[in-house]
């Protein structure tokens, strides 16, 4: 069974505009979740941990054990931003499972 | 000075082949991962290693075969290549096990299967 859902293939936002990235999990337990980025040309890589409640290059995420979500925001997009973002939970040692991945655009 | 490097980048083969994709981290971190991205962009761990032992192994069919020859390398042995097993493999490496340990990733072999 899948753990990890975000619906969104491709999320196209203009410069300056709210962003949101949806993750959706399944996990009865308390899991870990993680947001990874790759941009253009370069490896994935960690974005931000919920455990560390920190904000990374202005993103945010709250892990809402009720809606079972931790989504990704951030207030006002850059065209920097523009990259493949993945989901990601764990809850066992190292079994991460990754979310099919959400395509951010933001537009000049 | 690559942290995680894979080789080949590219791997073009014929169905029925046995191929290996090679992985080594020179970051000095003790546990490795395989994960196999499919079409639909899903990336599903395989298997992962810590010094040296297979500590997750994942449904993957016997085909697929890890070696860790020391805790730095995992190489990833195919054979029987199917049409199912074209996609992007990508190797990582963390500083221990227990999930809050950061994944560094390798940039990818993209697999294609005739």
């Known amino acids: 069974a899948q753990r990890v859902t975000q619906p969104e293939k491709l999320l196209s936002v203009f410069k300056g505009a709210p962003v949101e990235l949806k993750c959706n999990y399944s996990?009865?337990?308390?899991?870990?979740l993680f947001w990874y980025v790759q941009y253009s040309r370069q490896r994935l890589q960690l974005l931000l941990r919920h455990i560390s409640r920190e904000s990374i290059k202005g993103f945010t995420a709250d892990l809402n054990k009720g809606e079972t979500s931790f989504h990704l925001k951030k207030p006002f997009a850059q065209e920097e931003d523009s990259a493949m973002y993945y989901c990601a939970l764990s809850h066992n040692f190292n079994k991460f499972y990754f979310g099919s991945g959400t395509k951010l655009n933001v537009k000049p | 000075d690559t942290a995680v490097s894979q080789t080949p980048k590219y791997l073009v083969t014929q169905m029925g082949n046995d191929k290996s994709i090679k992985c080594e981290q020179n970051?000095?971190?003790?546990?490795m991962y395989w994960y196999k991205q499919d079409s639909k962009k899903f990336l599903k761990i395989m298997f992962s290693y810590n010094n040296k032992e297979l500590i997750i192994n994942e449904t993957v069919p016997n085909r697929f075969s890890p070696k860790s020859p020391d805790k730095a390398h995992l190489n990833l042995h195919i054979n029987s290549l199917e049409l199912g097993d074209s996609a992007v493999y990508f190797c990582?490496?963390?500083?221990?096990?227990?999930?809050?340990?950061?994944?560094?990733f390798g940039p990818g072999t993209r697999l294609t299967v005739l």
């Open positions: 990582a490496s963390s500083y221990g096990q227990g999930s809050y340990n950061e994944q560094f």
């Open positions: 996990y009865s337990g308390s899991p870990e």
């Open positions: 970051l000095g971190h003790d546990t």
